[in-house]
């Protein structure tokens, strides 16, 4: 799993699904936009937890002029939130603090929160619902506060958001600070009943794969990725087709899928028949998110993910989204980067194996390969060697053993990967 993804797992993790990308702030405007790009910034932070960057936005003021009257709308901070509708519960928890110029008084500082939708050029909130437009006191020091708001009176083609801001008031001025943002939705839920192989762990001639990892007792109870999911010690209990392999994580995204919006993500088990089921081992695997169209992506700790090339339409019944057949398109992305989604097994598709450091590629050879951590972590000097009874980056084969040389090796899948002959060559994973 690429390093990006697993830090953005310590944030979007499930039931409490979180549509807010970046909650820190740290990546600018990439996530984050601004109403009234001339009255608001990002500016450095120091909000507890906070990292080097929040958000400032200049007050609506009765002595200064506003984008209100270029642009017809407010200074406000958004992001959109693609999968919430009408009926769902939002929950959103920030910091703020409030900046008045010296002459201002603090108490005639007023924080300001919309859950709304944007519909350029203006914000839209419905006027009837009680959650819908909100006025708090603000403070000059940093304050915590968590709001929620049942979403309602979105209109067709609108985009469901929250946008932050503030108010000065008495013929003062200021600007608000925002940051440590993050959200959960409380909404009707879809339910997803994906299909994959594993390359690394496949026997084709059995049409399943291996469960070394579960047999040797070395899948952890709780998910690999940062999430909050966990496993009981009764699922990993059973064999046969419906024994597990192997955690994973799944995504939903909208919008272009070369600069997509993750909507939600949840972490489950993967069965040697290649279902992928929640964490009590047999359901389809649900999101707190509501019915809609979406893509569907599977990213595993070291093979390759993917995303599907068309949007699934997905609701509270199960969707099968079935990744191991040639039928199923998936995303490939732009050149230079554009490769093989997947590797054709017979007549089946696998995830390719060997993404050891992850990040978005296999390599073989040069600067930051996936081969050497192999050799490394059996003792860096005596290729003979092994490391056992350890759930590993390096098993590229999941079968509980790190392996340099020999037979059911590591390193050779890992060159397999890139094609098998030109050991510089570079495979490259085709999710954003």
Request: hydrophobic letters at 35%; a positive charge.
């Given at each position: 799993m690429r390093t990006s993804d697993l830090l953005l797992a310590l944030l979007l993790t499930c039931p409490a699904t979180a549509q807010l990308q970046d909650p820190g702030f740290e990546q600018g405007n990439t996530h984050w936009q601004f109403t009234c790009p001339n009255d608001a910034s990002f500016t450095g932070s120091n909000a507890p937890n906070g990292g080097s960057l929040c958000a400032q936005v200049t007050m609506v003021s009765s002595t200064q002029p506003d984008c209100y009257l270029v642009d017809g709308t407010l200074p406000f901070v958004?992001?959109?939130l693609p999968g919430v509708q009408n009926g769902d519960v939002v929950t959103l928890s920030f910091w703020h603090k409030s900046i008045p110029t010296p002459a201002a008084v603090i108490g005639d500082m007023q924080l300001l929160v919309v859950f709304?939708?944007?519909?350029?050029?203006?914000?839209?909130y419905d006027g009837n619902s009680a959650c819908a437009f909100n006025w708090y006191s603000a403070s000059d020091v940093w304050e915590a506060r968590t709001i929620s708001c049942t979403f309602s009176g979105v209109p067709p083609g609108a985009t469901p958001a929250v946008f932050l801001g503030g108010q000065a008031v008495n013929q003062t001025n200021g600007t608000m600070l925002?940051?440590?943002?993050?959200?959960?939705?409380n909404a009707t839920g879809v339910a997803l009943s994906a299909r994959a192989w594993l390359d690394?762990?496949?026997?084709?001639?059995?049409?399943l794969m291996r469960d070394d990892l579960r047999a040797a007792g070395l899948v952890p109870s709780l998910n690999p990725y940062g999430g909050s999911e966990s496993v009981a010690p009764s699922v990993l209990a059973v064999s046969g087709p419906d024994a597990i392999v192997d955690w994973v994580r799944?995504?939903?995204?909208t919008g272009d899928?070369?600069?997509?919006?993750?909507?939600?993500?949840?972490?489950?088990?993967l069965q040697r028949d290649g279902d992928i089921v929640d964490t009590d081992g047999t359901s389809p695997v649900t999101f707190n998110t509501g019915p809609g169209n979406y893509h569907v992506a599977l990213l595993h700790r070291n093979h390759l993910g993917v995303v599907t090339g068309n949007s699934v339409p997905l609701s509270a019944t199960p969707t099968v989204v079935d990744l191991r057949s040639p039928s199923t398109l998936c995303h490939t992305r732009p050149a230079p980067n554009t490769d093989l989604p997947?590797?054709?097994?017979?007549?089946?598709?696998?995830?390719?194996?060997?993404?050891v450091i992850g990040d978005d590629r296999v390599r073989y050879t040069g600067a930051s390969n996936d081969r050497d951590p192999v050799l490394v972590a059996i003792g860096g000097t005596v290729p003979t060697n092994t490391l056992s009874g350890q759930y590993r980056q390096e098993d590229v084969n999941l079968d509980g053993l790190v392996k340099y040389a020999g037979t059911g090796n590591d390193r050779d899948l890992i060159l397999?990967?890139?094609?098998?002959?030109?050991?510089?060559?570079?495979?490259?994973?085709?999710?954003?």
């Open positions: 958004y992001q959109p709304g939708w944007w519909s350029p050029p203006t914000v839209g925002f940051d440590n943002a993050s959200i959960s939705v690394g762990c496949y026997v084709q001639a059995q049409g799944l995504e939903l995204r899928m070369n600069t997509p919006q993750t909507v939600a993500v949840r972490h489950a088990l997947r590797r054709t097994v017979g007549s089946t598709r696998t995830l390719w194996a060997g993404n397999q990967t890139i094609g098998g002959l030109v050991p510089t060559a570079v495979r490259v994973e085709q999710v954003p």
